[in-house]
């Protein structure tokens, strides 16, 4: 995919894979107006006019649109200072420096997969949360990708490992505090 056509009805939640994967990946995401013009003209035109996510005067700032353009612009900046450096352009990415594993339900894999490389692990999240690896919500990977400053991690961190398939054990109207809320970050590294 070279570029993503942004219909404001199916990008407006965070949720939608094509999008995230697309803003990720630092490709191009455009209003319909690209290629409604590129039609008139006969042929591709220059995207940065119709590049979604640009700040238009007197319209009110819209966080999924500034997204897409940051990372764009956030990666190719990388991709071109690696290429210099003599490194491969592919090693910049939204999630280069993330070691992930997506515990999600079956139905959900799928989107996930368009957003990150992963390798099946088996490990017990027990475990991985005794080894100070954070667990968290799935939900961190959207906010990531929208905010800016990305949100500190340890709003996102399960109260207690969800394996896909299980129950829920929680107690209606009984509130679990989350592990790690009072967390600085300054002594403890992050891993995802």
Known sequence: MFHLIALERVVTETSNEKYLAAVAAG????HK???????EAGFFIEESLHEWGQEIPGEPHNKLAAAARRWRVKLRQERAAAAEAGKSPSSCGAFNSWVVLLCVDKSR???FKH???????????????KDNVWCLKPDYIAEYLMQDPPPPPQ????????IPGEQDRSVPGQSRKRKGDDLTGGDKRVRV
């Open 27 to 30: 490709k191009w995401v455009l």
């Open 33 to 39: 107006s690209f290629l409604e013009a590129s039609r």
């Open 109 to 111: 894999q799928p989107g």
């Open 115 to 129: 957003l990150a490389k992963t390798k099946v692990d088996s490990s017990d999240l027990n475990a991985l949360q």
């Open 155 to 162: 709003k996102y961190l399960l109260s207690e490992p969800v």
